[in-house]
Nanobody, 116 residues
Framework: QVQLVESGGGLVQPGGSLRLSCAASGFSFSGAYMTWVRQGPGKGLEWVSSINGGGGVTSYADSVKGRFTISRDNAKNTLVLQMNNLKPEDTAVYYC?????????RGQGTQVTVSE
């Protein structure tokens, strides 16, 4: 079955950086669109970024464009989200999953907190 394990979250000051990883198994990772979504405190799921199977096509929410970079390593079945210049409004639980613009399934998530 599909298994997704997100990691790399933590507490960071505004302007800082974090690198999230998503280890995927149970499906054809290299052929799958992959997406990051997040859920801030008291909010619904928000789409963050998507990438195609080959890694050559990416898309970002306006709120993260220019600060976040999505990438993938198909040899390692791993999805990555590099987050720079973090802002307090980026505070959320981040999830990964297969799909474009949404996730068809997701793992337990990793908490990102941006605060002084």
């Amino acid at each position: 079955q599909v298994q997704l394990v997100e990691s790399g979250g933590g507490l960071v000051q505004p302007g800082g950086s974090l690198r999230l990883s998503c280890a995927a198994s149970g499906f054809s990772f290299s052929g799958a669109y992959m997406t990051w979504v997040r859920q801030g405190p008291g909010k619904g799921l928000e789409w963050v970024s998507s990438i195609n199977g080959g890694g050559g096509v990416t898309s970002y929410a306006d709120s993260v464009k220019g600060r976040f970079t999505i990438s993938r390593d198909n040899a390692k079945n791993t999805l990555v989200l590099q987050m720079n210049n973090l802002k307090p409004e980026d505070t959320a639980v981040y999830y990964c999953g297969p799909g474009w613009g949404r996730v068809e399934s997701r793992g337990q998530g990793t908490q990102v907190t941006v605060s002084e």
